[in-house]
Protein backbone atom coordinates (compact mmCIF):
# COMPACT_ATOMS: atom_id res chain seq x y z
CA UNK A 1 0.00 0.00 0.00
CA UNK A 2 1.09 3.27 -1.22
CA UNK A 3 1.11 6.52 1.02
CA UNK A 4 0.88 9.57 -0.56
CA UNK A 5 0.54 12.96 1.55
CA UNK A 6 -2.11 15.46 0.41
CA UNK A 7 -1.25 18.78 0.38
CA UNK A 8 0.91 21.95 -0.72
CA UNK A 9 3.26 22.70 2.55
CA UNK A 10 6.62 21.85 1.82
CA UNK A 11 7.42 21.70 5.85
CA UNK A 12 4.58 18.75 6.12
CA UNK A 13 6.05 17.02 2.79
CA UNK A 14 9.50 17.25 4.61
CA UNK A 15 7.79 15.86 7.51
CA UNK A 16 6.86 13.34 6.12
CA UNK A 17 9.30 12.26 3.75
CA UNK A 18 11.94 12.40 6.78
CA UNK A 19 9.58 9.63 8.71
CA UNK A 20 10.69 7.23 5.99
CA UNK A 21 7.32 6.41 5.17
CA UNK A 22 5.94 8.44 2.07
CA UNK A 23 5.38 7.17 -1.21
CA UNK A 24 4.04 11.00 -3.52
CA UNK A 25 2.27 13.92 -3.18
CA UNK A 26 -0.84 15.02 -4.27
CA UNK A 27 -1.96 18.40 -4.82
CA UNK A 28 -5.21 20.13 -6.68
CA UNK A 29 -5.47 24.02 -7.41
CA UNK A 30 -7.66 24.49 -3.58
CA UNK A 31 -4.60 23.17 -1.86
CA UNK A 32 -2.12 25.48 -3.62
CA UNK A 33 -4.59 28.19 -3.23
CA UNK A 34 -4.26 27.83 0.71
CA UNK A 35 -0.17 27.75 0.46
CA UNK A 36 -0.66 31.12 -1.24
CA UNK A 37 0.86 29.44 -4.39
CA UNK A 38 -0.80 31.54 -6.76
CA UNK A 39 -0.07 32.25 -10.90
CA UNK A 40 1.18 29.95 -13.20
CA UNK A 41 4.27 30.28 -12.77
CA UNK A 42 4.70 29.99 -9.43
CA UNK A 43 2.60 26.89 -9.32
CA UNK A 44 4.86 25.24 -12.25
CA UNK A 45 8.09 26.31 -9.78
CA UNK A 46 6.25 24.72 -6.93
CA UNK A 47 5.58 21.21 -8.07
CA UNK A 48 9.55 21.63 -8.68
CA UNK A 49 10.10 22.13 -5.56
CA UNK A 50 7.71 18.87 -4.44
CA UNK A 51 9.49 16.86 -6.33
CA UNK A 52 12.91 17.80 -5.39
CA UNK A 53 11.74 16.92 -1.88
CA UNK A 54 10.21 13.32 -2.35
CA UNK A 55 11.31 10.40 -4.52
CA UNK A 56 8.09 9.19 -5.31
CA UNK A 57 5.13 10.25 -7.75
CA UNK A 58 3.37 13.74 -7.51
CA UNK A 59 0.19 14.64 -9.08
CA UNK A 60 0.06 17.95 -10.76
CA UNK A 61 -3.43 19.42 -11.93
CA UNK A 62 -4.53 20.61 -15.33
CA UNK A 63 -6.85 23.60 -15.30
CA UNK A 64 -8.43 23.72 -18.72
CA UNK A 65 -11.52 21.90 -18.98
CA UNK A 66 -11.00 21.30 -22.76
CA UNK A 67 -9.74 18.40 -24.74
CA UNK A 68 -6.89 20.45 -26.51
CA UNK A 69 -6.58 22.76 -23.08
CA UNK A 70 -6.04 19.15 -21.40
CA UNK A 71 -3.43 17.67 -23.86
CA UNK A 72 -1.26 21.08 -23.84
CA UNK A 73 -0.92 22.10 -20.22
CA UNK A 74 -0.29 18.06 -19.21
CA UNK A 75 2.22 17.63 -21.72
CA UNK A 76 3.66 21.10 -20.04
CA UNK A 77 3.34 19.50 -16.59
CA UNK A 78 4.59 16.33 -17.44
CA UNK A 79 8.01 17.77 -19.01
CA UNK A 80 8.44 19.61 -15.46
CA UNK A 81 10.25 16.80 -13.66
CA UNK A 82 9.72 12.50 -14.09
CA UNK A 83 8.00 12.60 -11.01
CA UNK A 84 4.95 14.73 -12.52
CA UNK A 85 1.65 12.66 -12.56
CA UNK A 86 -0.31 14.74 -14.49
CA UNK A 87 -3.81 15.21 -12.64
CA UNK A 88 -7.45 14.82 -15.52
CA UNK A 89 -10.69 15.73 -13.82
CA UNK A 90 -13.05 13.14 -14.23
CA UNK A 91 -15.29 14.46 -17.43
CA UNK A 92 -15.84 13.56 -20.88
CA UNK A 93 -12.96 15.62 -22.53
CA UNK A 94 -11.27 14.59 -19.46
CA UNK A 95 -11.40 10.84 -20.39
CA UNK A 96 -10.22 11.51 -24.20
CA UNK A 97 -7.35 13.26 -22.87
CA UNK A 98 -6.10 10.40 -20.36
CA UNK A 99 -6.67 8.05 -23.50
CA UNK A 100 -4.44 10.46 -25.44
CA UNK A 101 -1.83 10.44 -22.41
CA UNK A 102 -1.77 6.87 -21.96
CA UNK A 103 -1.00 6.09 -25.85
CA UNK A 104 2.30 8.80 -25.25
CA UNK A 105 3.59 7.36 -22.24
CA UNK A 106 2.27 10.42 -19.76
CA UNK A 107 1.10 9.10 -16.54
CA UNK A 108 -2.29 10.08 -15.01
CA UNK A 109 -4.26 10.30 -11.92
CA UNK A 110 -7.97 10.53 -13.27
CA UNK A 111 -9.58 13.11 -9.81
CA UNK A 112 -13.30 13.87 -8.87
CA UNK A 113 -14.25 10.30 -8.46
CA UNK A 114 -17.67 9.37 -6.88
CA UNK A 115 -19.06 6.51 -9.01
CA UNK A 116 -17.93 3.16 -9.59
CA UNK A 117 -19.12 3.93 -13.35
CA UNK A 118 -16.59 6.93 -13.50
CA UNK A 119 -13.81 4.68 -12.48
CA UNK A 120 -14.49 2.11 -14.82
CA UNK A 121 -14.13 4.78 -17.76
CA UNK A 122 -10.72 6.25 -16.45
CA UNK A 123 -9.41 2.54 -16.28
CA UNK A 124 -10.65 2.02 -19.80
CA UNK A 125 -9.04 5.21 -20.67
CA UNK A 126 -5.77 3.74 -19.52
CA UNK A 127 -5.13 6.34 -16.15
CA UNK A 128 -2.66 5.40 -13.78
CA UNK A 129 -4.44 6.15 -10.88
CA UNK A 130 -8.32 6.93 -10.28
CA UNK A 131 -9.52 9.16 -7.11
CA UNK A 132 -12.20 8.65 -5.66
CA UNK A 133 -12.79 11.18 -3.27
CA UNK A 134 -14.25 8.92 0.23
CA UNK A 135 -14.91 12.26 2.40
CA UNK A 136 -16.52 14.16 -0.01
CA UNK A 137 -18.70 11.33 -0.07
CA UNK A 138 -19.20 10.25 3.55
CA UNK A 139 -20.05 14.33 3.59
CA UNK A 140 -23.79 14.05 1.78
CA UNK A 141 -24.31 10.61 3.96
CA UNK A 142 -23.05 8.13 0.88
CA UNK A 143 -20.95 5.89 1.28
CA UNK A 144 -17.06 6.43 0.58
CA UNK A 145 -15.72 3.48 1.94
CA UNK A 146 -18.36 1.61 -0.41
CA UNK A 147 -17.10 3.02 -3.34
CA UNK A 148 -13.73 1.94 -2.73
CA UNK A 149 -14.80 -1.53 -2.39
CA UNK A 150 -17.09 -1.51 -5.37
CA UNK A 151 -13.92 -0.74 -7.73
CA UNK A 152 -11.66 -2.50 -5.82
CA UNK A 153 -14.44 -5.42 -7.47
CA UNK A 154 -14.58 -4.28 -10.62
CA UNK A 155 -11.08 -3.57 -11.27
CA UNK A 156 -10.18 -7.10 -9.84
CA UNK A 157 -12.72 -8.95 -12.02
CA UNK A 158 -11.09 -7.41 -15.02
CA UNK A 159 -7.41 -7.09 -14.12
CA UNK A 160 -7.45 -3.76 -14.49
CA UNK A 161 -3.31 -1.90 -13.59
CA UNK A 162 -5.35 1.27 -12.76
CA UNK A 163 -4.54 2.20 -8.91
CA UNK A 164 -7.35 2.97 -6.52
CA UNK A 165 -5.82 6.23 -4.83
CA UNK A 166 -8.20 6.95 -2.11
CA UNK A 167 -8.79 10.49 -1.81
CA UNK A 168 -10.64 13.02 0.50
CA UNK A 169 -9.39 11.13 3.77
CA UNK A 170 -10.48 12.67 6.60
CA UNK A 171 -9.13 10.88 9.60
CA UNK A 172 -7.04 7.67 10.62
CA UNK A 173 -9.66 5.19 10.73
CA UNK A 174 -10.39 6.04 6.75
CA UNK A 175 -7.00 4.88 6.03
CA UNK A 176 -7.14 1.70 8.20
CA UNK A 177 -10.36 0.79 6.22
CA UNK A 178 -8.94 1.70 2.81
CA UNK A 179 -5.74 -1.14 3.92
CA UNK A 180 -8.62 -3.60 4.52
CA UNK A 181 -10.60 -2.88 1.64
CA UNK A 182 -7.59 -3.19 -0.46
CA UNK A 183 -7.16 0.29 -1.84
CA UNK A 184 -3.67 0.66 -3.70
CA UNK A 185 -2.95 3.94 -1.97
CA UNK A 186 -4.13 6.44 0.06
CA UNK A 187 -3.58 10.00 -0.08
CA UNK A 188 -3.95 11.77 3.09
CA UNK A 189 -3.07 14.81 5.18
CA UNK A 190 -0.24 14.59 7.57
CA UNK A 191 -2.33 14.94 10.65
CA UNK A 192 -4.57 11.28 9.64
CA UNK A 193 -1.07 9.53 8.88
CA UNK A 194 0.49 10.85 12.53
CA UNK A 195 -2.54 9.47 13.92
CA UNK A 196 -1.42 5.82 13.03
CA UNK A 197 1.24 6.27 15.29
CA UNK A 198 -0.82 6.88 18.26
CA UNK A 199 -1.86 4.58 20.94
CA UNK A 200 -2.13 5.56 24.75
CA UNK A 201 -0.75 2.03 25.87
CA UNK A 202 2.67 3.16 24.01
CA UNK A 203 2.46 6.20 25.84
CA UNK A 204 2.99 4.41 29.53
CA UNK A 205 4.36 1.71 28.32
CA UNK A 206 7.49 3.52 27.33
CA UNK A 207 7.04 6.03 30.22
CA UNK A 208 7.39 3.06 32.79
CA UNK A 209 10.41 1.28 30.91
CA UNK A 210 12.46 4.42 31.13
CA UNK A 211 11.25 4.78 34.85
CA UNK A 212 12.20 1.11 35.32
CA UNK A 213 16.04 1.79 33.49
CA UNK A 214 16.27 4.70 35.84
CA UNK A 215 16.01 2.81 39.15
CA UNK A 216 18.83 0.77 37.97
CA UNK A 217 21.10 3.22 36.57
O1 LIG B 1 -6.72 15.96 -3.28
C1 LIG B 1 -8.07 15.70 -3.41
C2 LIG B 1 -8.83 15.38 -2.16
O2 LIG B 1 -8.06 14.59 -1.33
C3 LIG B 1 -9.47 16.57 -1.47
O3 LIG B 1 -9.88 16.29 -0.18
O4 LIG B 1 -10.65 17.09 2.03
O5 LIG B 1 -10.87 18.61 0.03
O6 LIG B 1 -12.33 16.62 0.26
P1 LIG B 1 -11.00 17.21 0.58
Redesign the pocket.
Known sequence: MKFFI?TANLDQIKEAQDLGILDGV???P??MAKEGITGKQNILDHYKKICNIVDGDV?AEVIATDYKGMVNEGKELSSLHKQIVVKVPMIKEGIKATRYFSNNGIRTNV??VFSAGQALLAAKAGANYV?P?I??LD?ISTDGLGLISEIRLIYDNYGFTTEILA????HTMHIIDCSKIGADVI???LKSILGLLKHPLTDIGLENFLKDYKKGN
Open positions: DTTNSLSTLSFGRDASIRTAP
